[in-house]
């Protein structure tokens, strides 16, 4: 497994074990936030957590490749996927964490430990529609073209959270001072 899978890995674990509710939405969206985060915190030197890119799609940012990172993830072990019955006959998809969960050889130091706890902290109440309600406010996604890759440096200056928080970025908002 690459390393910014082992990282993905380690943060849809944490996603998982501190979310009962972690579905398929929910799940990219939390990433999003996280990598938001992370791109803005003085210690991360402008870095991302895991590597990975994130497109536009109608209903927000989305983990570019998603299915199969997924897929990948539930093959190795580390996470179950249940699909359910949903609204007007669609399918929803809950991730949970793996009973039996295979150690990797990449784990979460401790600013991105704490990056990932204060995203799942500050949306654990939100549901899914919320985050994505959320997410689409952020300029990564307003200022791209549908199916666009984001540029998540253009979180560094949100001006809508500025508005809404004041705030500047992601970072701020769930670091508060």
Known sequence: MQQGTQKLAAITRFFAQNDDRLSLTKW???LFFSDCVAINHPEMNRQILDGLKYI????????????SHLKGL??????NVVKT??????????????????????????????????????????SASEVSDF????RPWTEADMYDQLDLDLSKNE?????LANVDNLYRLVFPS
């Open 159 to 163: 001006t809508v959270l500025k508005q």
């Open 28 to 30: 990219n969206k939390l």
């Open 135 to 138: 997410s689409h406010i952020l």
């Open 85 to 126: 019955a949903g609204y007007q006959n669609g399918m929803l998809t809950f991730i949970s964490s793996s009973e039996t969960i295979p150690s990797t050889d990449v784990q979460l130091n401790e600013i991105e430990e704490s990056i990932v706890k204060s995203v799942v902290t500050y949306f654990k109440t939100f």
């Open 56 to 67: 536009k799609m109608p209903f927000g940012p989305v983990l570019q490749h998603y299915d």
């Open 74 to 79: 539930v093959e190795s072990g580390y996470v």
